[in-house]
């Protein structure tokens, strides 16, 4: 009912930058919070940067200073401008939206299909 659809992903250099999107479309009535995971080789998936519907952010401390997370909720798109790359960061991203859908008016929590960054000299 809800579909996300990434973009942005790719291969760079350390100190490297790199623009992360994600649309939502559907039967989408509001979106709450939308958020960026990431998960690498071996490891959990562990949450980047979360944005709320009011403009408010939190991000992970590994990443705080160099990763910037906004929305267009005309557009129903969030993004992640990520800045000074590090190895460290290659994963696989993943968006996350929550909200409501209408008919029937229920609540939602969608996934995109994940996006592979890659640090890498």
């Known amino acids: 009912q809800v579909q996300l659809v990434e973009s942005g992903g790719g291969l760079v250099q350390p100190g490297g930058s790199l623009r992360l999107s994600c649309a939502a479309s559907?039967?989408?009535?509001?979106?709450?919070?939308m958020g960026w995971h990431r998960q690498a080789p071996g490891k959990e998936r562990e949450l980047v940067a979360v944005?709320?519907?009011?403009?408010?952010?939190n991000y992970a401390d590994s990443v705080k200073g160099r990763f910037t997370i906004s929305r267009d909720n005309a557009k129903n798109t969030v993004y992640l401008q990520m800045n000074s790359l590090k190895p460290e960061d290659t994963a696989v991203y993943y968006c996350?939206?929550?909200?409501?859908?209408?008919?029937?008016?229920?609540?939602?929590?969608?996934w995109g299909q994940g996006t592979q960054v890659t640090v890498s000299s």
């Open positions: 996350n939206v929550r909200g409501i859908i209408r008919s029937p008016m229920t609540s939602f929590n969608s």
């Open positions: 944005i709320a519907s009011g403009g408010s952010t």
């Open positions: 559907g039967s989408i009535l509001r979106i709450n919070t």
